[in-house]
């Protein structure tokens, strides 16, 4: 088996830390970049050219290639209007079609899938605890839908003969992108509060573990859907109130109403108001450790100066 591995979204906050880490233990890269301008196919990483949004790519980039990790996708952090919502869902969609596509078409020899997800696809609760199996899905929430329409995409791949791993993602905390930045910014400027009730469960996860769960399904190949999120999720105003203790700054203000937010941000504040308290214990069965179990450690090491 090569150890050559087709990496989408590798340019993102997760594909950055995950490609170092895949260069360091010895994996040869191949990348599919919608951009242009970083495509260099002489020495590895290797990056390819792809828009899946026009049927584009470019076939090089499956050549040889053992397996895939698809992170692929336009941002969710972006104002939801009817434009942006179709790109965010058929970006996802197309991206996994396309590979499908060509796999089966060209009868690459791809072996094995792993692809992002996300617990958006669960329904909005307070109490649900929600494990792979038992999953409720929202027939109304917008980023529901973008999963579950992703998720199915993966039908795409039936007949052909590869394993596939669906890896559905909590809250990335990154000191360097994605949610930590923005939720950091109005408390270390005085203004923080905790949002909504403060009482939505936020299911987080700190990259490097997110980083150690794409490599450990690498390395075993396992097939199927699993949460991908820290042992112990926290309550909105429980993330706020970590944070603000760690960078040592009052959190005196009373919450940020929902109506308030939902002005401010429209539609797109469900990624905040949002409850969805997952459980990460079918990972862990495979064998998986986490480092960070407890948020307060996972941002004490991201906020360290
Ligand atoms: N960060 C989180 O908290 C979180 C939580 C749950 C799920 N996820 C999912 O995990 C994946 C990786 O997350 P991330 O935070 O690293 O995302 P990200 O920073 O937004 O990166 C996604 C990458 O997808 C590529 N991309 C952008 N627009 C595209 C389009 N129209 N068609 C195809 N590719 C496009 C880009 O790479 P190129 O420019 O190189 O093409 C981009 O760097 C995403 O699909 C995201 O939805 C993330």
Same mark, same amino acid.
């Given at each position: 088996?090569? #150890?050559?591995?087709?990496?989408?979204?590798?340019?993102?906050?997760?594909?950055?830390?995950?490609?170092?880490?895949?260069?360091?233990?010895? *994996?040869?890269?191949?990348?599919?970049?919608?951009? !242009?301008? !970083?495509?260099?196919?002489?020495? *590895?990483? +290797?990056?390819?050219? @792809?828009?899946?949004?026009?049927?584009?790519?470019?076939?090089?980039?499956?050549?040889?290639?053992?397996?895939?990790?698809?992170?692929?996708?336009?941002?969710?952090?972006?104002? @939801?209007?009817?434009?942006?919502?179709?790109?965010?869902? /058929? &970006?996802?969609?197309?991206?996994?079609?396309?590979?499908?596509?060509?796999?089966?078409?060209?009868?690459?020899?791809? +072996?094995?899938?792993?692809?992002? &997800?996300?617990?958006?696809?669960?329904?909005?609760?307070?109490?649900? *605890?929600?494990?792979? !199996?038992?999953?409720?899905?929202?027939?109304?929430?917008?980023?529901?839908?973008?999963?579950?329409?992703?998720?199915?995409?993966?039908?795409?791949? =039936?007949?052909?003969?590869? +394993?596939?791993?669906?890896?559905?993602?909590?809250?990335?905390? =990154?000191?360097?992108?994605?949610?930590?930045?923005?939720?950091?910014?109005?408390?270390?400027? *005085?203004?923080?509060?905790?949002?909504?009730?403060?009482?939505?469960?936020?299911? @987080?996860?700190?990259?490097?573990?997110?980083?150690?769960?794409?490599?450990?399904?690498?390395?075993?190949?396992?097939?199927?859907?699993? #949460?991908?999120?820290?042992?112990?999720?926290?309550?909105?105003?429980?993330?706020? /109130?970590?944070?603000?203790?760690?960078?040592?700054?009052?959190?005196?203000?009373? #919450?940020?109403?929902?109506?308030?937010?939902?002005?401010?941000?429209?539609?797109?504040?469900?990624?905040?108001?949002?409850?969805?308290?997952?459980?990460? !214990? +079918?990972?862990?069965?495979?064998?998986?450790?986490?480092?960070?179990?407890?948020?307060?450690?996972?941002?004490?090491?991201?906020?360290?100066?």
């Amino acid at each position: 088996m090569s #150890n050559k591995i087709l990496i989408t979204g590798a340019s993102g906050l997760v594909g950055r830390a995950l490609t170092d880490s895949l260069i360091q233990q010895g *994996y040869k890269l191949h990348i599919l970049s919608t951009q !242009k301008s !970083k495509v260099n196919t002489n020495s *590895y990483p +290797k990056t390819f050219h @792809w828009d899946p949004m026009s049927n584009e790519l470019d076939l090089r980039s499956l050549e040889g290639i053992d397996s895939i990790i698809n992170l692929a996708g336009a941002p969710i952090a972006q104002r @939801w209007n009817k434009a942006a919502k179709s790109e965010i869902v /058929n &970006s996802r969609v197309k991206s996994l079609e396309i590979l499908a596509h060509h796999i089966k078409t060209h009868h690459f020899p791809v +072996k094995y899938l792993v692809t992002a &997800s996300a617990i958006g696809i669960y329904s909005n609760s307070v109490t649900q *605890y929600y494990e792979e !199996k038992q999953a409720q899905f929202s027939s109304n929430s917008f980023l529901s839908s973008v999963v579950q329409k992703w998720e199915a995409a993966l039908g795409a791949f =039936d007949n052909a003969d590869l +394993k596939i791993c669906i890896l559905r993602i909590g809250i990335v905390l =990154d000191a360097n992108g994605g949610a930590l930045p923005k939720i950091m910014f109005p408390i270390k400027n *005085y203004f923080g509060a905790a949002l909504g009730t403060g009482s939505q469960w936020q299911s @987080w996860i700190h990259t490097e573990d997110l980083v150690g769960i794409f490599s450990h399904a690498l390395k075993s190949k396992i097939e199927g859907v699993y #949460n991908a999120v820290a042992p112990n999720p926290v309550q909105q105003s429980e993330l706020t /109130n970590t944070i603000a203790r760690i960078v040592g700054k009052p959190i005196y203000l009373p #919450n940020v109403p929902q109506t308030v937010l939902k002005l401010i941000l429209g539609e797109m504040s469900a990624i905040v108001l949002e409850s969805q308290r997952v459980c990460s !214990k +079918k990972i862990q069965k495979t064998g998986f450790d986490f480092k960070f179990h407890e948020v307060s450690a996972a941002l004490e090491d991201l906020l360290r100066f």
